[in-house]
């Protein structure tokens, strides 16, 4: 459980730095609308997801109810715009990683 933990963090945490070394190198124009603001949820499948979310209470200190845990941010651009990124361990039989559309 700790290594699948581990992979789920290291991921995240790479998709993460992704958007970020992107937004710096390059630069957004009006003839480029954006489709996609950001992250909306990380869902992932696990055996026990209530053992799951104590783990990362206990080694990462994530405060996490039965629904998961949600993380709020500020947008780059506009630091007045708030984001939010649901992280969930499910009892599913898929992961899934949920995209922020511009649109909705």
């Known amino acids: ?3 699948t933990a581990l992979i789920i963090l ?3 945490t790479s998709f993460g ?3 970020a070394f992107k937004a710096i190198i390059t630069k957004q124009t009006d003839d480029q609308p954006k489709k996609v603001t950001g992250i909306g949820g990380i869902f992932f499948k696990c055996k026990d997801p209530k053992k799951m ?3 990362y209470k206990t ?5 996490a109810n039965a629904y998961g845990a949600v993380f709020e941010w500020h947008q780059g651009a506009d ?3 708030k984001g939010f990124t649901q992280w969930s ?3 599913k039989k898929q992961n ?3 995209l922020r559309p511009k649109t909705l």
């Open 79 to 81: 630091s007045t715009k």
């Open 10 to 12: 290291a991921l995240v």
């Open 53 to 55: 979310r104590d783990w």
């Open 1 to 3: 459980m700790k290594r």
């Open 96 to 98: 899934t990683l949920n």
């Open 59 to 63: 080694n990462l200190g994530l405060n």
């Open 89 to 91: 361990p499910l009892m």
């Open 17 to 19: 730095f992704g958007f």
